[in-house]
Nanobody, 112 residues
Framework: QVQFMESGGGLVQPGGSLRLSCAASGIIFRIYAMGWYRQAPGKQRELVARITTSGNTNYAESVKGRFTISRDNAKNTVYLQMNSLKPEDTAIYYC??????WGQGTQVTVSS
């Protein structure tokens, strides 16, 4: 059964940076595109960034130029580098490959 373990969240001031990590298990990681999603209080979960098996990436308009998704197939891990953080980036962040199973996520709070 696929499992995702997200980490790296925290409290950061506006303009700061964080690097999220997500370790996947129970899947052949290298054959899946991976996505980072987020869910803010009272809002639906949304796709933030996606990376294909060949390394092609795409981003939500709201994070373009600030966030970078990457992957390490040897470690079964996907990363999200988040720079120039804004209060509206506050949310729980999750990774997923299209599975109905979700991890617990990691909380990101951007506040002064």
């Amino acid at each position: 059964q696929v499992q995702f373990m997200e980490s790296g969240g925290g409290l950061v001031q506006p303009g700061g940076s964080l690097r999220l990590s997500c370790a996947a298990s129970g899947i052949i990681f290298r054959i899946y595109a991976m996505g980072w999603y987020r869910q803010a209080p009272g809002k639906q979960r949304e796709l933030v960034a996606r990376i294909t098996t060949s390394g092609n990436t795409n981003y939500a308009e709201s994070v373009k130029g600030r966030f970078t998704i990457s992957r390490d197939n040897a470690k079964n891990t996907v990363y999200l580098q988040m720079n120039s953080l804004k209060p509206e980036d506050t949310a729980i962040y999750y990774c997923n490959n299209g599975s109905p199973n979700w991890g617990q996520g990691t909380q990101v709070t951007v506040s002064s």
